[in-house]
């Protein structure tokens, strides 16, 4: 297997991972646990995985007092991130909660935009009504009957998200990912950890098939974080990012599949339009991103 093919499934199976830790949330929850229970268990093990990762390669944990500090900020949106990707599922269905969170992406184009100081062009200003656009019908449909909190917690997971990859973009680039995601989940877990004890929120699962659905979750989650980090370093961040729309898709299927939730016939247009609108942003860009030039072959000594 060549290294392209090998970074293209590890960013399919990274899809697939966060996306079937948020169905999998869904009967941890029925069997019992609660959100409290299961992001302070993923923070802590996502960092002690990491700080292994770290180790194993000889990498640089110190980093300098700014990057320190940007961690620490981008530890507090990991948080929130980790809690609320999984917790909106508890009082919305598994696949709504999956379109929430995807607001990211298109909010990454957005925010970009204005932080460069630039009207965005008419094609990506298409592609961002259409997603928007896309997450509006999804949720308006049936709103009375969704829970506001529950929407709340997987936009502004999907809000914490589209901050954390500018932040990494624009303010982290020059350092070293592995001991950046080290940290940013060791204060994550160091927020997580005393709320959950502190809290009497946390509560374990009473059934076996609650116990199993929990440690999916946790397994999915832990494990998809490092294959992502290999995705981008063996196929370029775009390449993952246009295969990371597997992740809703996955979600909504697993929840159809595990728990027969199944979907409108206006919130399937809803979440075709995200996903369109997505992969529509994500294709102009690429267009117009400079494409690397080969290097030349070196002179035959034969």
């Known amino acids: 297997m060549t290294s392209l093919q090998r970074g293209y499934l590890c960013a399919v199976a990274s899809s697939l991972g966060l996306g079937l830790a948020i169905a999998a949330s869904r009967g941890a929850y029925e069997g019992g646990a609660t959100p409290l229970a299961i992001s302070p268990v993923?923070?802590?093990?996502?960092?002690?995985?990491?700080?292994?990762?770290?180790v194993a390669g000889r990498r640089r944990l110190i980093l300098p007092k700014r990057d320190m500090l940007s961690c620490l900020g981008l530890g507090v949106l990991a948080a929130h991130m980790f809690y609320g990707n999984i917790a909106a599922v508890e009082t919305i269905p598994v696949g709504l909660a999956a379109l929430c969170f995807f607001v990211y992406p298109p909010l990454v184009g957005a925010l970009s935009a204005a932080l460069d100081r630039r009207w965005p062009s008419a094609a990506i200003m298409g592609a961002l009504a259409l997603a928007f656009a896309g997450v509006g019908l999804a949720l308006g449909v049936g709103l009375d009957s969704l829970d506001p909190f529950g929407v709340f917690l997987g936009v502004s997971a999907g809000i914490?998200?589209?901050?954390?990859?500018?932040?990494?973009?624009?303010?982290?680039?020059?350092?070293?990912?592995?001991?950046?995601?080290?940290?940013?989940?060791?204060?994550?877990?160091?927020?997580?950890?005393?709320?959950?004890?502190?809290?009497?929120?946390?509560k374990l699962p009473v059934t076996a098939a609650g116990w199993a659905a929990c440690l999916a979750v946790i397994a999915c989650q832990v494990s998809s974080i490092p294959l992502y980090y290999a995705a981008v370093r063996l196929v370029g961040a775009e390449n993952t990012s246009m295969l990371n729309n597997l992740q809703p898709l996955t979600s909504i299927f697993a929840a159809w599949a595990l728990y027969d939730e199944r979907l409108g016939l206006w919130q399937w247009c809803g979440a075709l339009m995200v996903l369109g609108g997505i992969v529509w942003m994500q294709t102009v860009l690429r267009l117009r991103s400079p494409r690397p030039q080969r290097a030349a072959r070196p002179p035959s000594t034969r």
Do not use: N, Q
């Open 42 to 54: 993923r923070a802590t093990l996502l960092a002690l995985l990491l700080w292994l990762l770290c």
């Open 160 to 202: 914490a998200c589209a901050v954390s990859v500018l932040w990494l973009a624009r303010g982290m680039a020059h350092a070293d990912p592995l001991p950046v995601m080290f940290w940013f989940s060791a204060v994550a877990a160091a927020i997580l950890v005393p709320t959950a004890l502190f809290s009497g929120e946390a």
